[in-house]
């Protein structure tokens, strides 16, 4: 009798099935090996299933297929993730095309509590190299760091991380049996130690050209949020924005030079309202709320605070009235407050507490 693993890896070769084909039936029979098992009536009945992928399922007998992933992942140690394991990376599955199964091979955990994708041209400037170490060095260290492994902007993130003491993952668009580009073996071989490789491609599978979006929506899919440092206005880059605007992700886009062909597809981004304006490693903490210091307040910055918990909004006039400060010093507390994102300025001169700082 064939294990779990044996049926999961088995589905995703069935040539016409995908992710979301897949899913629909694994709502249905829960698992892999109960799809294999069913009537011709039974998958009928799932919503979207049609009678060629039926005959598909029915009709496939490639079990020596299966075998050789089965041993190559045993022998190797290498993890397989089912989309219904808990270890599975759980943002995907926010994502209705997630992978059905992903190949794994690390020690940083998948489901780390924030998780940054940085993806960019193969070709950077200094300027990209030189953003991206002033961002990660600056990153606290729970930050899982996640690119696809290509040349350029990719390898500057698994580089840069790796320096900073940052776990980081490479999502490959082939298999585990090679590592694309060559060049990036040794770096691929270091991030096993602190971090890991990651793809939904069986061995012997090639890193072919339409595999790369694929690898894109995971780069995408299983992050908080995607910073794109430089990219033309078309590419890899642009399509993994992209996957993270559709999945409901932040996208942080690094302006740059209106001349410079390799800044104009984030200038593009931002233009558009499809990614927010990166300025420097404490505002993107900010963005994300990753920010877990807690600020530095003097006691007329409490007793401030302590008293805007009394109702919502007020106003300067009222401050003046209820604190008994001047102009000048009740000015420069508010502002002061407000640059540590602790009140809001409202119109008309109107202030108000930030919801995280009435139950401080």
Same mark, same amino acid.
Request: aromatic fraction near 8%.
């Given at each position: 009798?064939?294990?779990? #693993?044996?049926?999961?890896?088995?589905?995703? !070769?069935?040539?016409?099935?995908?992710?979301?084909?897949?899913?629909?039936?694994?709502?249905?029979?829960?698992? &892999?090996?109960?799809?294999?098992?069913? &009537?011709?009536?039974?998958?009928?009945?799932?919503?979207?299933?049609?009678?060629?992928?039926?005959?598909?399922?029915?009709?496939?007998?490639?079990?020596?297929?299966?075998?050789?992933?089965?041993? !190559?992942?045993?022998?190797?140690?290498?993890?397989?993730?089912?989309?219904?394991?808990?270890?599975?990376?759980?943002?995907?599955?926010? #994502?209705?095309?997630?992978?059905?199964?992903?190949?794994?091979?690390?020690?940083?955990?998948?489901?780390?509590?924030?998780?940054?994708?940085?993806?960019?041209?193969?070709?950077?400037?200094?300027?990209?190299?030189?953003?991206?170490?002033?961002?990660?060095?600056?990153?606290?260290?729970?930050?899982?760091?996640?690119?696809?492994?290509?040349?350029?902007?990719?390898?500057?993130?698994?580089?840069?991380?790796?320096?900073?003491?940052?776990?980081?993952?490479?999502?490959?668009?082939?298999?585990?049996?090679?590592?694309?580009?060559?060049?990036?073996?040794?770096?691929?071989?270091?991030?096993?130690?602190?971090?890991?490789?990651?793809?939904?491609?069986? #061995?012997?599978?090639?890193?072919?050209?339409?595999?790369?979006?694929?690898?894109?929506?995971?780069?995408?899919?299983?992050?908080?949020?995607?910073?794109?440092?430089?990219?033309?206005?078309?590419?890899? &880059?642009?399509?993994?924005?992209?996957?993270?605007?559709?999945?409901?992700?932040?996208?942080?886009?690094?302006?740059?030079?209106?001349?410079?062909?390799?800044?104009?597809? #984030?200038?593009?981004?931002?233009?558009?309202?499809?990614?927010?304006?990166?300025?420097?490693?404490?505002?993107?903490?900010?963005?994300?709320?990753?920010?877990?210091?807690?600020?530095?307040?003097?006691?007329?910055?409490?007793?401030?605070?302590?008293?805007?918990?009394?109702?919502?909004?007020?106003?300067?006039?009222?401050?003046?009235?209820?604190?008994?400060?001047?102009?000048?010093?009740? &000015?420069?507390?508010?502002?002061?407050?407000?640059?540590?994102?602790?009140?809001?300025?409202?119109?008309?001169?109107?202030?108000?507490?930030?919801?995280?700082?009435?139950?401080?």
């Amino acid at each position: 009798m064939q294990s779990d #693993c044996w049926y999961n890896i088995a589905l995703t !070769f069935i040539p016409t099935i995908g992710p979301i084909t897949r899913r629909a039936l694994l709502e249905e029979f829960t698992l &892999s090996k109960n799809v294999f098992n069913a &009537s011709k009536k039974d998958l009928l009945q799932v919503k979207g299933i049609g009678e060629k992928i039926v005959n598909e399922i029915l009709q496939w007998n490639n079990p020596s297929q299966v075998d050789a992933e089965y041993a !190559f992942i045993q022998k190797h140690q290498i993890t397989p993730l089912f989309i219904t394991d808990v270890n599975y990376p759980q943002k995907l599955l926010e #994502c209705p095309d997630a992978p059905t199964l992903l190949y794994y091979k690390g020690t940083a955990n998948l489901n780390a509590s924030k998780i940054l994708s940085i993806v960019g041209t193969r070709m950077p400037t200094q300027y990209g190299h030189y953003i991206i170490e002033d961002c990660l060095k600056n990153m606290p260290k729970d930050v899982l760091i996640v690119s696809g492994l290509a040349l350029g902007i990719d390898t500057i993130a698994h580089q840069t991380a790796l320096v900073n003491g940052l776990n980081t993952v490479g999502v490959l668009a082939h298999g585990l049996d090679e590592i694309y580009p060559p060049p990036n073996k040794i770096l691929a071989k270091q991030m096993l130690q602190h971090g890991g490789l990651l793809t939904e491609f069986n #061995c012997k599978t090639i890193p072919e050209k339409y595999n790369f979006p694929k690898r894109n929506r995971v780069v995408a899919g299983m992050a908080d949020a995607t910073l794109v440092v430089e990219t033309a206005l078309k590419g890899g &880059s642009i399509i993994t924005a992209d996957f993270a605007s559709q999945y409901h992700r932040e996208v942080i886009a690094v302006p740059g030079k209106i001349t410079d062909q390799r800044s104009r597809g #984030c200038l593009k981004l931002i233009q558009e309202n499809k990614a927010a304006i990166y300025t420097n490693p404490n505002e993107l903490l900010q963005q994300l709320n990753w920010v877990n210091t807690v600020p530095v307040l003097s006691p007329e910055k409490k007793a401030l605070i302590h008293l805007m918990k009394q109702q919502e909004i007020f106003s300067m006039d009222e401050l003046l009235q209820l604190t008994g400060l001047g102009i000048g010093s009740l &000015s420069g507390l508010l502002l002061q407050l407000e640059l540590q994102q602790i009140i809001q300025v409202l119109p008309g001169e109107s202030f108000t507490l930030m919801p995280a700082f009435y139950s401080t």
